[in-house]
């Protein structure tokens, strides 16, 4: 299973042909190894070209002396924080990279170290390079660009490899999270949603199986640029929703829920971005 996972997330995890080396290959030859390095490439392109600023998570810290490789060869300023940076180094890069004039537009974290204790509201964007087993060290990691003091609207994007072990890993990860609320919901918690909404037996056996359907395929695709311009858009979460206009100018900007590439999460009505992911 680990095999499976570091050969989506990138194959010098299985070669470990740079081991030890100050001496990469061409950024070219870097991200022509691994289709999810050059959706990664085309995604930060539209980003920077719209001023964002942006979070990316791995759980491996290989990944991150590649991408801390990659992006210097680019000229591109990083900030890095993994279980070897100490207290007060963290402290001085996240003064840094939440500075409104500084130069910095990358922060690279592990998904463990990173995601607990860490307030970087400069970013508006969050990228998780890969999945965790355990969905709650996911919504951590997200949760860092959503803490208080967050003034600007925020997308989460998550790599996954169409037609690998990733999509089963998402699978299991939605599903966890979805029966918590089922839990939740039978022990009579406080909750936002009414008994109507509380999944029945056959709900839980759906939930459980893991056949594909048409629409699972039709997400494992590459997305083309027009598709992720349209996903890139935030319009949607600018717009107040207050005058009938805005509402109808805001509604021209509407996703379907899955496309050839994509699958979009949404939150819940009240609980915020983290309160739940539905799949």
Same mark, same amino acid.
């Given at each position: 299973m680990i095999q499976l996972r570091k050969n989506c997330n990138h194959p010098d995890l299985l070669e470990s042909a740079f081991d030890g080396s100050y001496f990469y290959p061409p950024v070219e030859q870097i991200v022509g190894q691994c289709g999810k390095f050059q959706l990664l490439e085309r995604l930060l392109t539209k980003l920077f070209a719209r001023k964002h600023k942006v979070l990316i998570f791995s759980q491996w810290t290989k990944i991150l002396d590649i991408m801390d490789y990659y992006f210097s060869e680019k000229g591109l300023k990083v900030c890095r924080i993994d279980g070897s940076v100490k207290l007060e180094e963290r402290r001085r890069q996240i003064n840094e990279f939440n500075d409104v004039d500084s130069d910095f537009r990358i922060f690279l974290l592990s998904t463990r170290a990173g995601g607990l204790g860490i307030n970087l509201t400069a970013a508006d964007t969050c990228v998780l390079y890969d999945s965790d087993w355990n969905p709650q060290m996911d919504l951590q990691a997200m949760d860092r660009c959503h803490r208080i003091g967050q003034t600007k609207p925020v997308h989460v994007y998550r790599l996954a490899t169409a037609q690998s072990v990733e999509g089963r890993m998402l699978k299991r990860a939605f599903s966890k999270l979805r029966l918590e609320h089922v839990v939740i919901g039978k022990g009579q918690f406080k909750a936002e949603r009414t008994l109507n909404n509380i999944m029945e !037996?056959?709900?839980? %056996?759906?939930?459980?199986?893991?056949? !594909?359907?048409? !629409? @699972?395929? &039709?997400?494992?695709?590459?997305?083309? @640029?027009?598709? &992720? !311009?349209?996903? %890139? @858009?935030?319009? @949607?979460l600018l717009v107040a929703s207050g005058a009938d206009d805005e509402d109808a100018k805001a509604e021209k900007f509407v996703l379907p829920l899955k496309g050839p590439g994509w699958e979009v999460v949404i939150p819940t009505a009240t609980g915020g971005v983290l309160s739940t992911l539905n799949s």
């Amino acid at each position: 299973m680990i095999q499976l996972r570091k050969n989506c997330n990138h194959p010098d995890l299985l070669e470990s042909a740079f081991d030890g080396s100050y001496f990469y290959p061409p950024v070219e030859q870097i991200v022509g190894q691994c289709g999810k390095f050059q959706l990664l490439e085309r995604l930060l392109t539209k980003l920077f070209a719209r001023k964002h600023k942006v979070l990316i998570f791995s759980q491996w810290t290989k990944i991150l002396d590649i991408m801390d490789y990659y992006f210097s060869e680019k000229g591109l300023k990083v900030c890095r924080i993994d279980g070897s940076v100490k207290l007060e180094e963290r402290r001085r890069q996240i003064n840094e990279f939440n500075d409104v004039d500084s130069d910095f537009r990358i922060f690279l974290l592990s998904t463990r170290a990173g995601g607990l204790g860490i307030n970087l509201t400069a970013a508006d964007t969050c990228v998780l390079y890969d999945s965790d087993w355990n969905p709650q060290m996911d919504l951590q990691a997200m949760d860092r660009c959503h803490r208080i003091g967050q003034t600007k609207p925020v997308h989460v994007y998550r790599l996954a490899t169409a037609q690998s072990v990733e999509g089963r890993m998402l699978k299991r990860a939605f599903s966890k999270l979805r029966l918590e609320h089922v839990v939740i919901g039978k022990g009579q918690f406080k909750a936002e949603r009414t008994l109507n909404n509380i999944m029945e !037996e056959e709900d839980l %056996l759906e939930l459980l199986q893991e056949e !594909e359907d048409d !629409e @699972d395929k &039709m997400v494992q695709t590459e997305i083309s @640029d027009e598709d &992720m !311009e349209k996903v %890139l @858009d935030r319009t @949607d979460l600018l717009v107040a929703s207050g005058a009938d206009d805005e509402d109808a100018k805001a509604e021209k900007f509407v996703l379907p829920l899955k496309g050839p590439g994509w699958e979009v999460v949404i939150p819940t009505a009240t609980g915020g971005v983290l309160s739940t992911l539905n799949s």
